[in-house]
T-cell receptor, first 109, second 114 residues
Framework: GQNIDQPTEMTATEGAIVQINCTYQ??????LFWYQQHAGEAPTFLSY??LDGLEEKGRFSSFLSRSKGYSYLLLKELQMKDSASYLC??????????WGAGTKLIIKP | EAQVTQNPRYLITVTGKKLTVTCSQN?????MSWYRQDPGLGLRQIYY???????DKGDVPEGYKVSRKEKRNFPLILESPSPNQTSLYFC?????????????FGPGTRLTVL
């Protein structure tokens, strides 16, 4: 079956750096998304990777290794507003999105 | 303002009482989709639509119906709701490439079926 694994919860300190990992086993691969979801709100798009390597966008970066079935989201200079769930989703060979359960990130002062 | 709207935002109902959750987008997007989100599970797709009058089942379509008579609207219909349909529902839309494109989500509808 198809599977996306992310840690359930992580805690980090304001101003620090945190890396949220995502591993996947899917039937084919056509890209990987990261979305941010604040509690009680809708998911919002953060990044999309289809080729190996690191994509940087301000304080957020996303990395992909297709051979390892692995991605991570790197958040730098953490702010309290970064407290949210981070959802990893993979587009499989049929262009269906497979979603992970999300990682709840708690930021402490 | 470009947005996806859903109504109602909150709904408590009883088993078997038909209900409709509306979804509308003002971005002229061709692709629209419905998801449900439950604790500990990822977003699960219920139905999606690539264009007007074209709808397809997602991963968990049982107990749900949809229609796409106009480009902007994609209502979700529960003909006979049951307690296992208690969930947080999201409507989403994207330009044309379906899930390949960035999806824009509505604010969510929290449904409780007693």
């Amino acid at each position: 079956g198809q599977n996306i694994d992310q840690p359930t919860e992580m805690t980090a300190t304001e101003g620090a750096i945190v890396q949220i990992n995502c591993t996947y086993q899917t039937s084919g691969f056509n890209g990987l998304f990261w979305y941010q979801q604040h509690a009680g709100e809708a998911p919002t798009f953060l990044s999309y990777n289809v080729l190996d390597g690191l994509e940087e966008k301000g304080r957020f970066s996303s990395f992909l290794s297709r051979s390892k079935g692995y991605s991570y989201l790197l958040l730098k200079e953490l702010q309290m507003k970064d407290s949210a769930s981070y959802l990893c989703a993979v587009l499989d060979s049929n262009y269906q999105l497979i979603w992970g359960a999300g990682t709840k990130l708690i930021i402490k002062p | 303002e470009a947005q996806v709207t859903q109504n109602p935002r909150y709904l408590i109902t009883v088993t078997g009482k038909k209900l409709t959750v509306t979804c509308s987008q003002n971005m002229n997007h061709e692709y629209m989709s419905w998801y449900r989100q439950d604790p500990g599970l990822g977003l699960r797709q219920i139905y999606y639509s690539m264009n007007v009058e074209v709808t397809d089942k997602g991963d968990v379509p049982e107990g749900y119906k949809v229609s796409r008579k106009e480009k902007r609207n994609f209502p979700l219909i529960l003909e006979s709701p049951s307690p296992n349909q208690t969930s947080l529902y999201f409507c989403a839309s994207s330009i044309a490439g379906g899930p390949v494109d960035t999806q824009y989500f509505g604010p969510g509808t929290r449904l409780t079926v007693l």
